[in-house]
């Protein structure tokens, strides 16, 4: 017998040897444990499997000659054989080719990952839950909703209290303020945005009623304090003079012609939020950010707390 | 050829690096020169914007404001659109930022104004309750260094092509045109135009006597940056 074979079964011998001492030795052992049995019939086959290979392809490099055409080449006298591929090998390479097409008109362009293809399906997806959840809403429930919006866009210049910050920004908490009454009646206001068809003149033009002459400096200074009084106190003269024919007596306002100053509407605050605005107190950006129904809902809370 | 190829490896490196070199460069550079082109609606920065942005730099507002939005939907609903690379088309540096103490101010100009940034820049807390930011009073009464700007701005127009004195197109469709001095002197004027501006909005009576009397305090610069920031 080749001196291969038998060191080859003396060392399968060995390792079958090496293995039951392992095994028999340790915790739990050769007992009936079905995984234990078949863990070791497992490693007895890899043995016996590895030893006959090996031992196969070294008798292979003892006695095999080398037969078949050499290609053109050779690397310091080392050559190669003019082989066919493999047909596993061809098969696949063919099937990478195709895939490789595939991969390159359809499954890469159409699949790819792209960060603002994910950002803009967030974004539809969150506007959709929106529309869907909130389509509805109405009552306290508006309010509320522009409570939280207000405390995270509007805060910043209007004040937790909404009171503007010590004039930093206008007091929501009332209609208009002297100040803010004064500055319009001396410089007009252009309320197309609010879909009024004329601008209020500036004072060149506001004639009062009662006088028959164009509103003075006295006049201005005590109707703006009674517009900025929610319409009470001294001034009612004035105003039913100079100022009703449009704002009406109450200062509501009318559909078309003047916008109502005695109350914040939702309509006055949605056009606000939209367009921005500069008043006497100094500018105020618009929001684009909030949607429709937002600014519906900030309207609705602005409304609520100067009444 | 391949045998030769084959037998060659200097060669074979050589065209080896060339056919990935080649891919690169279709792939890569086309795409890296149409992202870093400037929007359309960036326009270069004016003189006093410039100032402002040195001021920026100098008090190094950018160790807690980011410039930079992500896309994710929780910033975009507090910041706006998110960032495009042209937008920093003249950021020489940009400003992206590493850490956001404060909020990011890539937009700020949009919901910010100019008398918001008076009162926060002189008291935060006044105007942000619980605020952590530092006051900049200084701001108010150092001056800010036009000239420097004007170099900045001359060296960029002559030697990026920043298009100063020509036509720049706006988001709504019309063109701007962002002035650059001829002189130092003329420089000077601009800004202090640019500044007017700015200083009708505020409040500050010294800040206001400061640019009658044609001084720009850091404050004013700085100022016309950050509602530059859109």
């Not at chain 1, 293809?117 to 539809?124: A, L």
């Not at chain 1, 209007?158 to 303020?177: E, M, P, Q, T, V």
């Not at chain 2, 008076?118 to 108010?140: C, L, Q, T």
Request: hydrophobic residues 40%; negative net charge; proline residues 4%.
């Amino acid at each position: 017998m080749n001196k291969l074979y038998l060191g080859g079964i003396i060392f399968t011998a060995l390792m079958l040897i090496l293995t039951y001492l392992s095994v028999g030795g340790s915790k739990g052992g050769l007992n009936d444990d079905i995984v234990n049995m078949l863990a070791i019939t497992g490693a007895v086959a890899l043995v016996i499997i590895t030893v006959f290979v090996v031992i196969k392809y070294v008798r292979q490099m003892q006695i095999d000659s080398a037969t078949g055409e050499l290609v053109d080449e050779n690397w310091d006298g080392i050559g190669e054989y003019k082989n066919s591929v493999p047909t596993g090998w061809a098969v696949m390479f063919l099937l990478t080719m195709v895939w490789g097409m595939w991969y390159w008109t359809i499954g890469y362009p159409v699949n790819a990952y792209s960060q603002i293809g994910e950002y803009n399906e967030d974004v539809t997806v969150h506007n959709a839950k929106f529309e869907a959840q909130y389509k509805d809403i109405t009552g306290d429930r508006l309010v509320e909703m522009g409570e939280s919006l207000f405390l995270a866009e509007c805060k910043v210049c209007h004040g937790i209290n909404a009171d503007g910050i010590d004039g930093k920004a206008a007091n929501l908490n009332k209609r208009i303020d002297a100040a803010s009454v004064k500055h319009v009646l001396e410089k007009g206001s252009n309320n197309k945005l609010m879909g009024m068809e004329t601008p209020m003149p500036d004072r060149s033009g506001l004639f009062n009623a009662n006088t028959g002459a164009l509103i003075t400096d006295a006049e201005i200074d005590t109707v703006s304090a009674y517009v900025a009084n929610g319409m009470s106190g001294e001034g009612a003269d004035i105003f039913a003079g100079a100022c009703s024919m449009c704002h009406g007596a109450d200062g509501k306002g009318m559909e078309f012609v003047a916008p109502n100053i005695a109350a914040y509407t939702p309509a006055l605050v949605s056009t606000v939020l939209t367009h921005g605005k500069k008043g006497s107190i100094g500018v105020m950006p618009k929001f684009e950010r909030l949607n429709d129904k937002q600014k519906e809902a900030v309207g609705a809370y602005i409304t609520n707390i100067s009444k | 050829m391949f045998h030769w190829l084959e037998k060659h490896p200097f060669f074979f490196a050589v065209g080896v690096f060339l056919v990935i070199s080649f891919a690169g460069l279709i792939e890569i550079l086309p795409s890296f020169a149409q992202a870093s082109r400037p929007v359309i609606g960036t326009a270069p920065y004016s003189t006093l914007e410039l100032a402002g942005r040195h001021v920026y730099i100098k008090n190094s507002c950018n160790a807690c404001h980011s410039q930079l939005v992500r896309p994710f939907k929780s910033e975009t609903d507090r910041y706006g659109h998110y960032s495009l690379s042209g937008e920093y088309a003249y950021d020489r540096p940009f400003l992206w930022g590493s850490k956001r103490t404060g909020p990011d101010l890539m937009r700020v100009g949009n919901y910010r104004t100019t008398d918001w940034h008076e009162n926060h820049m002189k008291d935060p807390a006044s105007v942000v309750p619980g605020s952590i930011m530092p006051a900049y009073r200084w701001m108010f009464t150092k001056k800010a260094d036009i000239d420097t700007a004007f170099a900045e701005q001359l060296t960029v127009a002559n030697y990026f092509s920043v298009p100063y004195n020509q036509p720049v197109p706006m988001k709504d469709g019309s063109t701007a045109v962002v002035k650059l001095g001829n002189s130092v002197a003329e420089a000077n004027t601009i800004a202090l135009e640019e500044a007017k501006v700015i200083a009708a909005d505020m409040k500050d009576q010294d800040v206001k006597d400061a640019v009658a009397r044609g001084e720009i305090p850091e404050i004013v610069a700085l100022i016309a940056y950050l509602n530059s920031l859109k």
